[in-house]
């Protein structure tokens, strides 16, 4: 079993920048695939990005690719999502989720933190 915490997250303008965080606690944070997804008011969760026990492998929906990066310190047990460029659309409760090595590409995450809000204004 493992823990997830989100932090980061906030209001900001279109075209700003802000880095959400997810700090993990309980079985090793190495072991488990990493994601980010996200809820928009009346829509449902989607897949934002996700990245590999390693840090070596990634991927994105394609709405944020070249906008959004995330990453890994497995010596903090800490993953990250650099949102850069931010729209209106981004705006959502972004939640941390984690998984076995498979949901790589099921994205059928099986452990989620609380979520954190982050809005976006035009």
């Known amino acids: 079993q493992v823990q997830l915490d989100e932090s980061g997250g906030g209001l900001v303008q279109a075209g700003d920048s802000l880095r959400l965080s997810c700090a993990a606690s309980?079985?090793?944070?190495?072991?488990?695939?990493m994601g980010w997804l996200r809820q928009a008011p009346g829509k449902e969760r989607e897949f934002v990005a996700t990245?590999?026990?390693?840090?070596?492998?990634?991927d994105y929906t394609d709405s944020v690719k070249g906008r959004f990066t995330i990453s890994r310190d497995n010596a903090k047990n800490t993953m990250y999502l650099q949102m850069n460029s931010l729209k209106p659309e981004d705006t959502a409760v972004y939640y941390c989720?984690?998984?076995?090595?498979?949901?790589?590409?099921?994205?059928?995450?099986?452990?989620w933190g609380q979520g954190t809000q982050v809005t976006v204004s035009s």
């Open positions: 989720a984690a998984g076995d090595r498979g949901v790589y590409f099921t994205r059928k995450f099986k452990y």
């Open positions: 309980g079985r090793t944070f190495s072991n488990y695939v």
């Open positions: 990245i590999s026990g390693s840090g070596l492998s990634t």
